[in-house]
């Protein structure tokens, strides 16, 4: 089992930046891929970056490509999503997942069974 803590959320205007981070614990950090997921109101929770086991791979949503970027220290087991050039439309909760099972990533949320609280991100116009 993994735990994982979310933070660096809040409120920024658009074009602006902000760095998540989301510390895990329970298992060896650096044997698994992690993830970002991201759920606007009234819509389905979706993928936005993974990032696999040694941080040599990562994969992104369309929707974000050249504007985040997600990297991964495994000695401090926290995995980081640096977003810029922020837009209304990335307004949403973002959770940090990790595929436990997977050391290459994937961007398809039921490969990852431990998910972090989530912390909001608002943009605005």
């Known amino acids: 089992q993994v735990q994982l803590v979310e933070s660096g959320g809040g409120l920024v205007q658009a074009g602006g930046s902000l760095r998540l981070s989301c510390a895990a614990s329970?298992?060896?950090?650096?044997?698994?891929?992690m993830g970002w997921f991201r759920q606007a109101p009234g819509k389905e929770r979706e993928f936005v970056a993974a990032?696999?086991?040694?941080?040599?791979?990562?994969y992104y949503a369309d929707s974000v490509k050249g504007r985040f970027t997600i990297s991964r220290d495994n000695a401090k087991n926290t995995v980081y999503l640096q977003m810029n050039s922020l837009r209304p439309e990335d307004t949403a909760v973002y959770y940090c997942?990790?595929?436990?099972?997977?050391?290459?990533?994937?961007?398809?949320?039921?490969?990852?069974?431990?998910w972090g609280q989530g912390t909001q991100v608002t943009v605005s116009s």
């Open positions: 997942a990790a595929d436990v099972g997977g050391a290459y990533g994937s961007d398809s949320s039921a490969d990852f069974g431990s």
């Open positions: 329970g298992r060896t950090f650096s044997s698994y891929a």
């Open positions: 990032i696999s086991w040694s941080g040599g791979s990562t």
